[in-house]
């Protein structure tokens, strides 16, 4: 038996995630196929930590150790990448980086580029600001030396955190580049939402450039397409960047409507509520009565 588990997925619903993945696992024989369950628990494992049950998430993979065996390889990769994650959401770094480190090594020595990739991003997520630029570079490396086509469609995601690895650093111009060649691969390969991901990140880039009219114009262009295509849904983040600019302009009365929208929006992002308090407070904040001529970005 063969499950597509990682087409399951929608990360945007996670619970909904959970019961796919039980349903299309409902027939594998826990003895017959323990790579094949394994595999399984650590995808259900994920759909808990990403809902910040994370006691949940290490209870049902402690449970699946008792069958390792010779026989579960791939399982015991997705084991630790899926464990480095758990640790990572949960704000353990250093427990999150020894797993991922082991998922790497393991995946290289069995030939699962792959996983592979998976693990080298994830360092490249979680590992120091010093070390996340080589973690970034060996996992597109990875990436771009397969021959497999599942393998290489990682290199939009790791263009994105490369990039982001860049900004954070402030090397915006590279930076820059990085999210223009993310959004041309994903042109290449026809990933649509992913676009336009890519999109707002060069606006948001443009922000930090201090280009501020052109951040502006990146980000105009994705809520106009918006409001006239049904099919795509408003974007709180827009909406945050549309009112981020306009008070970097000194255009604080027309920011206030676009902060409070996102406010809006993003309030009801269980993750953004979960981890961006802070910057939620400060769109409410921004979106109400306060003085918002100035800026506190």
């Given at each position: 038996m063969s499950i597509p588990f990682?087409?399951?997925?929608?990360?945007?619903?996670?619970?909904?995630?959970?019961?796919?993945?039980?349903?299309?696992?409902?027939?594998?024989?826990?003895?017959?196929?323990?790579?094949?369950?394994?595999?399984?628990?650590?995808?259900?494992?994920r759909t808990l930590s990403l809902r910040g049950r994370?006691?949940?998430?290490?209870?049902?993979?402690?449970?699946?150790?008792?069958?390792?065996?010779?026989?579960?390889?791939?399982?015991?990769?997705?084991?630790q990448l899926e464990r480095g994650r758990t640790f990572n959401s949960a704000g353990e770094n250093a427990k999150a980086i020894e797993c991922f480190r082991e998922a790497l090594n393991r995946a290289e020595d069995?030939?699962?580029?792959?996983?592979?990739?998976?693990?080298?991003?994830?360092?490249?997520?979680?590992?120091?600001?010093?070390?996340r630029l080589e973690w970034n570079e060996r996992a597109i490396a990875l990436a771009e030396a397969s021959t497999d086509a599942r393998t290489r469609r990682w290199l939009g995601s790791l263009l994105n955190n490369?990039?982001?690895?860049?900004?954070?650093?402030?090397?915006?111009?590279?930076?820059?580049?990085?999210?223009?060649?993310?959004?041309?691969?994903?042109?290449?390969?026809g990933r649509v939402a992913e676009q336009r991901v890519a999109r707002w990140c060069i606006g948001r880039t443009l922000r930090s450039?201090?280009?501020?009219?052109?951040?502006?114009?990146?980000?105009?262009?994705?809520?106009d397409e918006a409001a006239s295509d049904p099919e795509i849904e408003e974007d709180g983040f827009?909406?945050?960047?549309?009112g981020e600019c306009l008070l970097a302009l000194g255009r604080g009365e027309e920011a206030r409507e676009h902060f409070a929208r996102a406010a809006?929006?993003?309030g009801g992002v269980e993750w953004f509520v979960r981890e961006e308090g802070e910057r939620l407070a400060r769109l409410r904040r921004l979106g109400g009565d306060a003085d918002v001529s100035g800026g506190d970005a």
């Open positions: 990682d087409e399951l997925w929608n990360y945007d619903d996670p619970a909904a995630t959970e019961g796919k993945l039980r349903e299309a696992g409902a027939g594998i024989d826990p003895v017959g196929e323990p790579d094949l369950h394994v595999q399984l628990q650590t995808q259900i494992a994370f006691e949940e998430a290490h209870a049902l993979l402690d449970q699946v150790e008792s069958l390792f065996t010779p026989a579960v390889v791939v399982g015991r990769i997705r084991h069995g030939g699962h580029a792959f996983y592979a990739v998976d693990a080298a991003h994830m360092l490249g997520i979680t590992d120091t600001l010093e070390h490369t990039a982001w690895t860049c900004h954070e650093m402030g090397s915006y111009g590279r930076a820059l580049e990085l999210f223009e060649q993310c959004h041309r691969f994903n042109v290449e390969i450039m201090d280009r501020i009219d052109d951040a502006l114009a990146a980000q105009r262009a994705l809520a827009v909406c945050e960047e549309l809006e929006l993003l």
